[in-house]
């Protein structure tokens, strides 16, 4: 609870996504889950911004678990892209269900990133 015992305060919050990264040989892999919007974007595209700045050969970000994808995750998803193009570094989604692909359709973004169905299959390129 926040200082007056009542209402919690923005140190109390729980992000609504969380990012966690893992190494397999030369690719990056972002694992994302909860909710991407306006208020975890920012965490989300820090983790992105990290994993492309190590300077694998490709930064797999992994949707799979993502509950919530709006406009926020399109747009943090189009920054990411920019800046792994300008670091030289592909990246790569993983995105299988509809509250993600849907987005990612509607807006022509499946037409700017490689969409794979597994980590697996992402990983191999």
Same mark, same amino acid.
């Given at each position: 609870?926040? !200082?007056?015992?009542?209402?919690?305060? #923005?140190?109390? =919050? $729980?992000? #609504?996504?969380? +990012?966690?990264?893992?190494?397999?040989? #030369?690719?990056? $892999?972002?694992? $994302? /889950?909860? %909710?991407?919007?306006m208020? /975890?974007?920012d =965490?989300? %595209?820090?983790?992105?911004?990290? +994993?492309?700045?190590?300077?694998?050969?490709?930064?797999? &970000?992994?949707l *799979?678990?993502?509950?919530?994808?709006?406009? !926020?995750?399109?747009?943090? @998803? =189009?920054?990411?892209?920019?800046? +792994? =193009?300008? !670091?030289?570094?592909?990246?790569? @989604?993983?995105? !299988?269900?509809?509250? &993600?692909?849907? #987005?990612?359709e509607?807006?022509?973004?499946?037409?700017a990133f490689?969409?794979? *169905? *597994?980590?697996?299959?992402?990983v191999?390129?």
């Amino acid at each position: 609870m926040g !200082s007056d015992g009542i209402f919690p305060t #923005p140190a109390d =919050a $729980v992000p #609504p996504a969380l +990012a966690a990264v893992d190494t397999i040989g #030369p690719v990056s $892999v972002v694992h $994302v /889950s909860g %909710e991407i919007d306006m208020t /975890s974007r920012d =965490a989300v %595209e820090r983790v992105l911004t990290r +994993a492309v700045d190590g300077h694998p050969d490709a930064v797999v &970000v992994d949707l *799979s678990d993502v509950t919530f994808f709006g406009s !926020s995750g399109l747009q943090m @998803l =189009a920054e990411a892209r920019a800046h +792994a =193009a300008a !670091s030289h570094v592909t990246l790569r @989604l993983v995105a !299988s269900s509809r509250r &993600v692909l849907r #987005p990612l359709e509607i807006t022509g973004m499946t037409m700017a990133f490689q969409v794979y *169905s *597994s980590v697996t299959e992402a990983v191999a390129g």
